[in-house]
């Protein structure tokens, strides 16, 4: 299995328009975040999750060439308003509609930004078309299982998924966006090689975890190595050793792993 970050930031992006503090200047590549976003692939399954207002950018630098399947976590703009350029994906499924996948509400967001690409087949190529499906709590194909709960995020729910390969057996699981994990989410990642986890900053938060609720929900799920994200300019990758314990660390756009 291969996890490619295209995007680490928050809804504002770092750096932040019209800031001039010492993260939002700094030169150091893994402090220049864009909104965050992820693409797995399973044994060349290409499943992408969310798509930024910077998708095209991510997806020609980290040079994404294929996706099978999309899933939106939620219908919030910095998730979900680079979905248009999913066209080219399109495009090169010969025009048939990709596979979409969300919960309730983040269909009903899809449906009102783009009702042209509600269809089975593109209108003309250089068109999207989206095939709508509500998310499951399993997912499976033949190159593994894409398992989801819901998570808490202000007024809504985010999609937390849990990727698990067929040949490997390796398990990643991604919470973005969350206030908190409840119960069946802890249960539902523990056993995962690489856990990742919203962890926006060190201050609290009304609708996303800090760290430091962040690294209580770590220690409880326990998997080898945990990845932070959503990250606002109030993190530098510099107050990585000084915040985190030694299995947690700080995500950052064009991080690559392989598990297995």
Do not use: W
């Amino acid at each position: 299995m291969e996890v490619i970050f295209l995007g680490t930031g928050t809804s504002h992006g770092v750096p932040m328009i019209a800031c001039d503090c010492a993260v939002c200047t700094s030169t150091k590549p893994r402090d220049r975040r864009m909104r965050a976003s992820i693409h797995v692939v399973m044994d060349g399954l290409h499943i992408q999750v969310d798509a930024a207002p910077e998708f095209r950018l991510q997806c020609v630098r980290e040079k994404i060439s294929r996706i099978d399947h999309f899933i939106l976590t939620h219908g919030h703009a910095d998730h979900i308003v680079g979905m248009d350029d999913l066209r080219r994906f399109c495009d090169l499924r010969e025009g048939v509609a990709l596979p979409v996948y969300s919960t309730d509400e983040g269909l009903g967001r899809i449906l009102s930004i783009y009702p042209y690409a509600i269809l089975e087949r593109a209108i003309s190529k250089g068109y999207a078309a989206f095939q709508l499906q509500l998310m499951p709590g399993l997912l499976e194909f033949p190159q593994g299982t894409i398992a989801s709960t819901l998570l808490p995020h202000g007024g809504v729910n985010t999609l937390g998924l849990v990727f698990t390969e067929r040949s490997s057996g390796r398990k990643f699981a991604y919470y973005t966006d969350c206030k908190r994990v409840p119960a069946e989410a802890l249960d539902l990642a523990r056993g995962a090689d690489v856990m990742v986890l919203d962890g926006l900053r060190p201050a609290e938060h009304p609708t996303h975890m800090n760290i430091a609720e962040a690294l209580v929900a770590a220690t409880e799920i326990d998997a080898p190595i945990t990845y932070l994200t959503h990250l606002t300019h109030a993190v530098s990758q510099d107050d990585e050793t000084r915040l985190l314990p030694p299995n947690v660390r700080f995500a950052y756009d064009g991080l690559r792993l392989t598990l297995g």
